[in-house]
């Protein structure tokens, strides 16, 4: 499976920091990845970005709403994020659990909606601190993934994220055993719930991923590819990432495929 090395900007970023965005996609036409490359951003620099990236990389949202359009004011549906440039969007990440009350149905209804419109949704779940010191993580994560996900699965070109809340932007790692664990139990979990499509699904880990642990990560059972956060705002943090990966053997195929 070709990995998905994905960044998520959170809300940061203005105009100038498309510049960013030039030099990321500069080095995957530069020193091709073996991996598809995605930086997701702000609503506002949607359209800037895919332009930028120019079709070097994929370009995709934060979030979206569940409805296809109507009074829901401050909100965007999947389909204007992809009139303007996406290809993919994040649904559950944590903080959108945590600051905006988003239940596990109204993820599903998100990710839903994302491939509707034709975007790959890159469904979040991850277990809190207090829940993986209680030993929960693996209920936890199971019983996300059966509420999170939307039941045309087998459909919705979807991706897993795994990002242990503890993890996120805080320097603390799973161990290597902690995420091939967790990873495998998702795996399970998928296959039970759409058999081949399961099988077939990337299972992204998330949580403090840089370019010095990344390559360790990636090179685990089940990790289909990463979600980073902090580590994607800059080009030169995100190529160290990228350069953790070995090098695309075929350079005639650019890494936009999501
Ligand atoms: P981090 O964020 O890489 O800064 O820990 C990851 C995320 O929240 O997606």
Redo the contacts with the bound molecule.
Sequence with gaps: MQPLIAG?W?MHGLAAQLSEIDAIAATVIARPPAADVLICVPATLLFRAAQTAAGRMAIGGEDCSAEVCGAFTGDFSAAMLKDAGATAV?VG???RRKHHGETDAMVAAKAKAASRSGLSAIV?IGETEAQHRAGNTLAVCGEQIKGSLPADLARSGTAI?Y?PLW????GHVPTHDQIAEVHQHIRKCLMELAACAGAEMRILY????TGDNAHGILALENVDGV??????LHAVDFDAVLRALPDRLDRGSLPTQL
Excluded at 167 to 170: E, F, H, K, N
Aim: net charge negative; with cysteine; glycine share 22%.
């Design positions: 998520n959170k994040i990440h944590s903080e979040c994220a990002e993890a996120i932007g805080s998330g949580g403090s991923v979600l980073i956060g902090g580590a994607s």
